[in-house]
């Protein structure tokens, strides 16, 4: 069963331009999940064309449209990483017959083999199901080396919900890893919502021993205490890997979601996050999901996914 679809170059494209001007430019499209074995530093982006995760959650549907939305957004931007860096287009992984975990296995088996290839995974969403499969990869990759790694997830849900019917989906990712890997699971969420959160997940997360703050908390003009609190996190961990869920951003921000709020965060503390985690040098990995092209306005979601990507790979490798 093939769940790999090659990348498409009509994907990347954009103005045209005699210089290296825009990111359309320099992606490279691999066809066959052929890695890049050299070990010179590298960008791998793999999109998860799903939704099965999300439909499990009860959530809209739309998600498996959106790795293709964002890389047509990310194809226009500015182009400011080493010239010589190469930015490879691994293609998409969906799902067959419902059959989400072959999906996973499929995603956390890439993951691995990028991070072991000296690449950085960038992973399109996409349901936030892909945490599980994306941080598993990471999990793995992270207990060869012996390191403790740091879980960082910008979300308006703490996504520590149990199996549906013994089934994963979108809002269980992260209890899944919790499970796996008890004795490396140190996880921090940023811009949790209690409208959207039963008690019942609060406990979970203390439980767990999970960090987080809540949305009321996570603003401008409470930085230093943000600061001093995601500091800390790093400096308990040896590595990061980093997922942002764009419905924890306001729908105001971020209308193109499976659960689009008006309360989320807005991007000038998403973006002074994302500059913090940047120069702790320790982040690995990166997931952008939730994207839901089908509700966004004026590609308004897929331009701040696009955004937020360009941002934090310039920060860690420009």
Avoid: C
């Avoid at 499970?179 to 406990?203: C, M, T, V, W």
């Avoid at 690995?284 to 939730?290: A, F, T």
């Amino acid at each position: 069963m093939n769940l790999h679809q090659n990348p498409s170059p009509y994907h990347w494209s954009g103005r045209k331009s005699d210089s290296i001007d825009y990111w359309h430019q320099v992606v490279q499209t691999q066809a066959n999940l052929n890695l890049v074995k050299s070990s010179d530093r590298k960008v791998g982006i793999l999109g998860y064309a799903g939704e099965e995760g999300v439909i499990r959650n009860q959530g809209r549907l739309g998600t498996l449209e959106g790795p293709a939305a964002i890389r047509k957004m990310l194809g226009s931007v500015a182009y400011h990483l080493p010239d010589n860096l190469p930015i490879l287009d691994y293609g998409d992984i969906f799902t067959i017959n419902q059959d989400l975990e072959a999906s996973h296995q499929a995603i956390s088996t890439i993951t691995l083999n990028m991070l072991r290839s000296h690449h950085f995974p960038v992973l399109l969403g996409g349901g936030h199901d892909l945490a599980y499969a994306h941080g598993r990869g990471v999990q793995q990759y992270i207990s060869e080396k012996g390191e403790k790694l740091g879980i960082i997830n910008l979300d308006a849900h703490f996504d520590l919900r149990p199996l549906a019917d013994g089934k994963a989906h979108s809002g269980s990712p992260f209890l899944q890893l919790a499970e796996e890997f008890p004795d490396n699971f140190h996880y921090l969420a940023l811009g949790i919502q209690r409208a959207a959160n039963p008690k019942s997940l609060f406990q979970t997360a203390s439980k767990l021993n999970a960090r987080y703050l809540v949305m009321e908390d996570f603003r401008l003009n409470n930085w230093e205490y943000i600061e001093e609190q995601i500091i800390w996190f790093l400096d308990s961990v040896n590595k990061v890997y980093l997922s942002i869920d764009l419905d924890g951003f306001s729908s105001a921000f971020a209308p193109g979601v499976s659960a689009p709020s008006p309360m989320g965060f807005n991007p000038q503390i998403a973006f002074k996050v994302f500059e913090l985690i940047a120069k702790s040098k320790k982040l690995i990995s990166l997931d952008v999901v939730e994207l839901n092209p089908k509700f966004d306005q004026d590609n308004t979601t897929a331009r701040l996914a696009a955004r937020s990507i360009e941002y934090i790979l310039r920060k860690v490798l420009g």
